[in-house]
T-cell receptor
Framework: DGGITQSPKYLFRKEGQNVTLSCEQN?????MYWYRQDPGQGLRLIYY???????QKGDIAEGYSVSREKKESFPLTVTSAQKNPTAFYLC???????????????FGQGTRLTVV | KQEVTQIPAALSVPEGENLVLNCSFT??????LQWFRQDPGKGLTSLLL?????REQTSGRLNASLDKSSGRSTLYIAASQPGDSATYLC??????????FGPGTRLSVLP
């Protein structure tokens, strides 16, 4: 089955600790995205990548870091610099605009991160 | 800057009713519009994708329309069921930009 897999489903972080959220897709999509969702708020873009070895900051990149070493993988690290990391994190992928392909977005099932 | 709004914010209906969810966007220069469903604690599930050249798309009991000139899309759900209860989000893809999401409509279908 093609899709996006996020792991873990639940993650607990201690104060001052870095944690990494995994996102893997087998849809052969070039573009991948990380969003943060807080209760009562919409989705906010953290980072995105249009192609391997390249990524850009979204609207709320401070305290987060990413890498894109493989087309299939786009891990997100929540660093100790992120002061309020408790949230629901969603990974998505799509084809790039201009490739002549549908840019329909597909999402993973999310990771709920809690600071303890 | 593209902005997306959804009305109503929440909706509660008895089972069997037909209903309409609304999505408005401020800039008509979009590549496509997509409707999603989100169940509590879950990711987003794609329901319908409408390309900018299309006027509507249908999937089962769902029908989505797009009027780019007025900056509006509607999601029509026929014969609603309790299993339709979820939050419904719309998102537009502006040319050369990332997706812009609306805040969602929380739907409750009562048995």
């Amino acid at each position: 089955d093609g899709g996006i897999t996020q792991s873990p489903k639940y993650l607990f972080r201690k104060e001052g600790q870095n944690v990494t959220l995994s996102c893997e897709q087998n849809l052969n999509h070039d573009a991948m995205y990380w969003y943060r969702q807080d209760p009562g708020q919409g989705l906010r873009l953290i980072y995105y990548s249009q192609i391997v070895n390249d990524f850009q900051k979204g609207d709320i990149a401070e305290g987060y870091s990413v890498s894109r070493e493989k087309k299939e993988s786009f891990p997100l690290t929540v660093t100790s610099a992120q002061k309020n990391p408790t949230a629901f994190y969603l990974c998505a992928s799509s084809s790039r605009q201009g490739d002549g392909l549908s840019t329909e977005a597909f999402f993973g099932q999310g990771t709920r991160l809690t600071v303890v | 800057k593209q902005e997306v709004t959804q009305i109503p914010a929440a909706l509660s209906v008895p089972e069997g009713e037909n209903l309409v969810l609304n999505c408005s966007f401020t800039d008509s220069a979009i590549y496509n519009l997509q409707w999603f469903r989100q169940d509590p604690g879950k990711g987003l599930t794609s329901l319908l994708l409408i390309q900018s050249s299309q006027r509507e798309q249908t999937s089962g009991r769902l029908n989505a329309s797009l009027d780019k000139s007025s900056g509006r899309s509607t999601l029509y759900i026929a014969a609603s069921q309790p299993g339709d209860s979820a939050t419904y989000l719309c998102a537009v893809r502006p040319y050369g930009q990332n997706f812009v999401f609306g805040p969602g409509t929380r739907l409750s279908v009562l048995p």
